[in-house]
């Protein structure tokens, strides 16, 4: 499953809980902007393919000190398509070696973009020995941006969303033919050269003059009132129920996104809690579902941190969380 970027995580949660500034609001837009083209995309990639060919998604490669990102990758018997995917909106057009969008020449050229990626990836296939024909495939996902393009560069191959959707049902009936009925280990080849995602050099630690909201926010309304009872909370706006035990998780995970370069303190997190939620609950769910760092009592004793969104930090979990909806039904206490 794709993941929202680390930006996106961040911006997504800091909005909930503060003010955030006219150039944040721009990025968090893009960013779910960008992240919404790429999920369409996936949708109906995996509708059209299944698991009849390898698929892989939003990988970071680190090359001879040169890191790249890849927005997607479909292999196909010997032959391995890079994906760029752009929800771009407006006018865009490229003559001469430059992309203009609404008559405003870009800083940056999309074609140079994507070969770049395909160069690097093709340096590791090939240093790796792997005997893939690459293509290169850009993608523009929104129906109501206008594309002209005078010549496309030899070697690309430019599609709308509706033309990508015919494609991957070709790219299926391919998968059927009997000189495609063979598969090269490209994915774990390319995990030996996978590397994080980028991260922003500071957290919210450096504001220092920005309040945050605190509490358990309602993931249904937005909301911070409750009703508590022993083993779920109600929300007072909207009387969504959610399990006790997932809401302090969760809002744990809303702190470490918004705090990803810390570890992970009790008092730290007691503090974003605010008052009315039991430290010794939130010290119990720490030890039930976080990983411990430091020994026993000590001064630096905390836990890991991964700084990402409860839905991806516990992917591994669903099953379990899921079973504790069961709790909702259970008496107040």
Known sequence: MREKAAELQYLDTLRNRAKITVEEQA????????????????????????????VSDDLYLSYQQQVCQLDKLVGVGRTLYLIEIK????????????WYCNGKVLTHNIFEQLNRAAGMLARILSDEHMPLTLKRVLVFIDPRAKIEIAQVPAGIMVKTLGETVEWFEQLKYECTLPEND???????????????????????SS????????????PGCGGFDWEQRRYALRCRRCSLVEP??????????????????????RGELARFFGPGYSENYLKRILRL????KGVGHSSNFCYENKGVEFQYWFSDKREYFHGL?????WGKG
Do not use: M
Request: proline letters at 5%; one cysteine or more; a positive charge.
């Open 27 to 54: 990025s968090l837009t893009a960013a779910l902007q960008g992240f919404r083209g790429e999920s369409t995309l996936d949708r109906y990639c995996r509708q059209a393919l299944g698991k009849r060919a390898q």
């Open 87 to 98: 929800n771009y909106r407006g006018s865009y057009s490229y003559e001469d070696g430059f």
């Open 182 to 204: 063979i598969t090269y280990p490209w994915q774990e080849v390319l995990a030996r050269y996978q590397v994080p995602p980028y991260r922003a050099p500071t957290d919210f």
């Open 207 to 218: 504001e220092s003059e920005r309040l945050l909201k605190t509490g358990i926010r309602c």
């Open 244 to 265: 006790k035990e997932q809401a302090f998780v969760r809002t744990i995970c809303d702190y470490g996104v918004l705090h990803f370069k810390s570890d992970l303190h």
């Open 289 to 292: 579902h976080f990983q411990p």
């Open 325 to 329: 909806q069961r709790r909702i039904h």
